[in-house]
């Protein structure tokens, strides 16, 4: 079975700052990643996902990800954050062997405060 | 449109009692999923469904029970509510997961006392 390791629970950040989330799985096989967004109480939104081709993908909202296949992680970047960047980000995975079709893993998530 | 539909948003249940959370998607979606998400502990998936007829176990199953007789829905149900199925309950859906990734349901709040 996979499994999701979000390095960082909780972190605090000025805007302009720039941002890096941790995320590393551990699967046998090849997976697909993504990455969820969730603002307080409003449900999960789509940031970036990725299944093959170009590691470095880009998302909404000015977000990036990097899938290095050597080390299983799939971190989240963004180089200048804003005040509404507030919210909950999730790191998820599923077995491409099963064509995504059972479900997601996710990590615990990482809470990401920005103060003005 | 109204993509993934979760009903209904809010619940108090005594112990004991049984409840069914619907989840009804417009999107013509084959796949269909439930997850649970308690704080600090990310979300978790319940069942998941990858079409009419077809259902699996995913990691927290217990207590849960669903089935799929249509495409659109999917509802769960818990069949003896416990306090510990206290939770925010998210339904999800996808017509091509590889390509999409899954939509997500606006959630439903589940408070059992």
């Known amino acids: 079975a996979q499994s999701v390791s979000q390095h960082n629970h909780h972190v605090i950040l000025s805007e302009a700052a720039s941002l890096e989330l941790g995320c590393n799985y551990s699967y046998g096989g090849t997976v697909n990643l993504f990455w969820y967004v969730q603002y307080p109480g409003q449900h999960l939104q789509l940031l970036l996902k990725y299944f093959s081709g170009d590691p470095l993908v880009k998302g909404i909202k000015g977000f990036e990800a990097e899938f290095i296949k050597s080390k299983f992680s799939f971190n989240l970047r963004k180089p200048s954050v804003q005040w509404s960047d507030t919210a909950e980000y999730f790191c998820a995975v599923n077995p491409y062997s099963g064509g995504g079709a059972d479900g997601l893993t996710f990590g615990k998530g990482t809470h990401l405060i920005i103060q003005p | 449109n109204a993509g993934v539909t979760q009903t209904p948003k809010f619940q108090v249940l005594k112990t004991g009692q049984s409840m069914t959370l619907q989840c009804a998607q417009d999107m013509n979606h084959e796949y269909m999923s439930w997850y649970r998400q308690d704080p600090g502990m990310g979300l978790r998936l319940i069942h998941y469904s990858v079409g009419a007829g077809i259902t699996d176990q995913g990691e927290v199953p217990n207590g849960y029970n669903v089935s799929r007789s249509t495409t659109e829905d999917f509802p769960l149900r818990l069949l003896s509510a416990a306090p510990s199925q206290t939770s925010v309950y998210f339904c999800?859906?996808?017509?091509?997961?590889?390509?999409?990734?899954?939509?997500f349901g606006s959630g439903t709040r589940l408070t059992v006392v």
């Open positions: 999800a859906s996808s017509g091509r997961p590889q390509v999409y990734g899954y939509t």
